[in-house]
Antibody
């Protein structure tokens, strides 16, 4: 059974940084596109970034370009999201997902940006 | 304002058939496959439909997807109480060079 487990969320001050991780088990991690998707309080799902199988292609939503970096380590079956210069509007539950159509999802990790 | 437009709410009684629409444009739905997701807040979203009308294994055949031009639809037949959730459409958008989600539809089973 596929399992994606996110970690690294928490409370951070505006302007601060966080690094989210997503560990995969039971899934051919290196064969799939991987994604970060977020849901702000009371809002819908929003795609944040995705990365191809070998990490050579990366795409970001405009609101995080230049601040967030997606990466992966196929040897460790892990996906990462480095988040810098965090803003209040980045407050959300962050989900990792994998597969060509975001087939598999984790339970999410909450990020709160507040002073 | 989402690039993909969904009705904010939908409802039905047990056993009924409900349809949720997703309207886009030539740069997204008109050019790329649509996926549908079921989400209960606080839980992991679940893929229901991919490639416009394909069901992953384990998804009941009560769920079906279709697409015509720049619009897509999710149909749920034989509505059950456990179908009460938020539903999202999603696809790639050429103009934005990224994935886009609809605003979500909250389905209530009366």
């Amino acid at each position: 059974e596929v399992q994606l487990v996110e970690s690294g969320g928490g409370l951070v001050q505006p302007g601060g940084s966080l690094r989210l991780s997503c560990a995969d088990s039971g899934f051919t991690f290196s064969s799939h596109w991987m994604y970060w998707v977020r849901q702000a309080p009371g809002k819908g799902l929003e795609w944040v970034a995705n990365i191809n199988q070998d990490g050579s292609e990366k795409y970001y939503v405009d609101s995080v370009k230049g601040r967030f970096t997606i990466s992966r380590d196929n040897a460790k079956n892990s996906l990462y999201l480095q988040m810098n210069i965090l803003r209040a509007e980045d407050t959300a539950v962050y989900y990792c997902a994998g597969g060509n159509a975001m087939d598999y999802w984790g339970q999410g990790t909450p990020v709160t940006v507040s002073s | 304002q989402s690039v993909l437009t969904q009705p904010p709410s939908a409802s039905g009684t047990p056993g009924q058939r409900v349809t949720i629409s997703c309207s886009g444009s030539s740069s997204n739905i008109g050019s790329y496959n649509v996926s549908w997701y079921q989400h209960l807040p606080g839980t992991a979203p679940k893929l229901l439909i991919y490639s416009d009308n394909q069901r992953p294994s384990g998804v009941p055949d009560r769920f079906s997807g279709s697409k015509s031009g720049t619009s897509a639809s999710l149909a749920i037949s034989g509505l059950q109480s456990e179908d009460e959730a938020d539903y999202y459409c999603a696809t790639w958008d050429d103009s934005l060079n990224g994935w886009v989600f609809g605003g979500g539809t909250k389905l209530t089973v009366l």
